[in-house]
């Protein structure tokens, strides 16, 4: 990170939480580390981050993921491209698709559904303003529901959050990710 901020005193539920990471997957991902100047918005980003992405959810957590990969595409983030394009391989067993939808995800192969909720995802990210019922109701010919609505546009609202902050301090992945699923 292009910043140099000194690590807070963290709490312990977060230093359980990085705990946690390297016991799971072996590493603590370096969005966290750069928030752990803060523990209290480490604490908030954690909190919003694991609902978002790991609540329940009529959306699956391959669909979320996807909805990252699109968002961040569209923005060029370097870091979430590569940490959740692992993630598109990790959990669709399908690493071409991840590096497609890294690409453009429209030359992925999806189905009617995806294409819609990436549709109102890019939507979200380039002209959130000219978004009208429409754009929704095409959301619900695909099968959403309105909560799966509000949960595509929370996903695509945060990563484009997200995207900006890892631009703006130059957060860099951990090399883990660039060799994940693969």
């Not at 990471?21 to 590493?27: H, R, S, T």
């Not at 978002?52 to 060029?76: F, Y």
């Not at 690409?103 to 000219?130: C, D, G, I, P, Y």
Request: charged share 25%; aromatic share 8%.
């Amino acid at each position: 990170m292009a910043l140099a901020l000194d690590l807070a005193e963290l709490s312990p539920a977060m230093r359980d939480y990085f705990a946690k990471c390297e016991e799971k997957i072996g590493f603590v991902p370096n969005v966290l580390r750069a928030y752990a100047h803060d523990n209290a918005k480490l604490e908030a980003f954690a909190a919003f981050y694991n609902d978002l992405m790991l609540a329940p959810s009529g959306l699956s957590k391959l669909e979320r993921e996807m909805i990252a990969v699109a968002v961040s595409a569209e923005n060029r983030c370097f870091y979430c491209l590569t940490a959740h394009g692992a993630a598109v391989r990790q959990l669709s067993g399908d690493p071409q698709l991840g590096e497609l939808m890294v690409m453009n995800w429209r030359a992925a192969e999806l189905s009617q559904r995806h294409v819609a909720m990436l549709a109102f995802a890019t939507k979200v990210t380039r002209a959130s303003h000219e978004i009208v019922e429409a754009d929704r109701a095409a959301l619900r010919q695909a099968g959403f529901s309105d909560r799966d609505i509000w949960d595509i546009a929370a996903v695509a609202a945060f990563f484009n959050m997200s995207n900006r902050m890892a631009s703006a301090v130059d957060m860099r992945p951990n090399a883990e990710y660039a060799a994940q699923a693969r």
